[in-house]
């Protein structure tokens, strides 16, 4: 079946200094990834759309130049929290859907971001 | 704008019990309907899809069911487990794009 691998699970970082998160799709070719960012005891929330080759798409509210997109291959997408502070200090979760899964969404493990 | 509710928010039962967890959502255009598990700390793993044009899918003790003319989906658990303790998450992905959208879970705890 369809596999998603996230890394790291679990990252701690300094205020001020950068994250890179990778998501990447171990059995099938993702042309479109999705992040997500889960706050405590809170459902998912739509971060931006990772398209293959190409800009991504965010959502209203989120920050491109704080949250970068990279989705260089059809296999891995990466997020970079760039200058992290602590309020960016959550769950981050990405997905991929493809004709395997007959389009249904297979999620990575999710990072654990601690900003001190 | 999608919107999906579930009902109930927490919900504890003792072993052996069977359950119904309740999902709603406002637009009934959609292209599949996915249940998902969470453990504490931990990603989501699908339990069920179910495409628009479907009605249920069954996987072991998991049944979930689709209305989708009136914005409702059930997941039902036969005879639950203290293994079945979990964040349960419904989440409908549009007709017109991929976007999922996510309900705030039923958080379900099976006691021994």
């Known amino acids: 079946g369809a596999v998603v691998s996230q890394h790291p699970s679990r990252v701690i970082c300094k205020s001020g200094t950068s994250v890179k998160i990778e998501c990447r799709s171990l059995?099938?070719?993702?042309?479109?990834m999705f992040w997500y960012r889960q706050f405590p005891k809170q459902s998912l929330m739509l971060m931006a759309t990772?398209?293959?080759?190409?800009?991504?798409?965010?959502e209203q509210g989120v920050e491109k130049d704080k949250f970068l997109i990279n989705h260089a291959s059809l296999t891995l997408s990466t997020l970079t929290v760039t200058s992290a502070h602590p309020e960016d200090s959550s769950f981050y979760i990405c997905?991929?859907?493809?004709?395997?899964?007959?389009?249904?969404?297979?999620f990575g493990s999710g990072t654990r971001l601690t900003v001190v | 704008k999608q919107e999906v509710t579930q009902i109930p928010a927490a919900l504890s039962v003792p072993e052996g019990e069977n359950l119904v967890l309740n999902c709603s959502f406002t637009?009934?255009?959609?292209?599949?309907l996915q249940w998902f598990r969470q453990d504490p700390g931990k990603g989501l793993t699908s339990l069920l899809l179910?495409?628009?044009?479907?009605r249920e899918q069954t996987s072991g003790r998991l049944n979930a069911s689709l209305d989708k003319s009136s914005g409702r989906s059930t997941l039902y658990i036969a005879a639950s487990q203290p293994g079945d303790s979990a964040t349960y998450l419904c989440a409908v992905r549009g007709g017109s794009n991929y976007k999922l959208t996510f309900g705030k879970g039923t958080l379900l705890t099976v006691n021994p």
């Open positions: 179910i495409q628009s044009s479907q």
């Open positions: 637009d009934s255009a959609i292209y599949n």
């Open positions: 997905s991929a859907s493809n004709q395997g899964t007959n389009y249904g969404y297979t």
């Open positions: 059995d099938f070719q993702a042309t479109t």
């Open positions: 990772s398209n293959e080759g190409s800009k991504a798409t965010y």
